[in-house]
Nanobody
């Protein structure tokens, strides 16, 4: 079992930056691949970024490459999402996610997964 708690959301001006953090608890956190998703009002939840359990492999939504960076700190049980050059269309609730395999983010269907409660990001134009 893994519990995920996001933080770091807030209001930022367009062009600014935010760093989201996801704190995980559970004995096997280090064995899970981790990812971030987002959901804007009236839209489906969409994939943002993922990291392998070691942090050695990462994967991004094509449209976000170069602006968003995912990183994880296994020692501190956290996975962060650095968001730069934010745009109004980046406004959404951002969710932390854990899946058994990194490949669960790049094609295979996860057997199970865990979600955080989400943190809200607003971007003013």
């Amino acid at each position: 079992q893994v519990q995920l708690v996001e933080s770091g959301g807030g209001l930022v001006q367009a062009g600014g930056s935010l760093r989201l953090s996801c704190a995980a608890s559970g004995r096997t956190f280090s064995k899970y691949a981790m990812g971030w998703f987002r959901q804007a009002p009236g839209k489906l939840r969409e994939f943002v970024a993922a990291s392998s359990w070691s942090g050695g492999s990462t994967y991004y939504a094509e449209s976000l490459k170069g602006r968003f960076t995912i990183s994880r700190d296994i020692a501190n049980n956290t996975v962060d999402l650095q968001m730069n050059s934010l745009k109004p269309e980046d406004a959404a609730v951002y969710y932390c996610n854990a899946r058994p395999l990194f490949s669960d983010y790049v094609g295979t269907r996860p057997r199970y997964e865990y979600w955080g409660q989400g943190t809200h990001v607003a971007v003013s134009s």
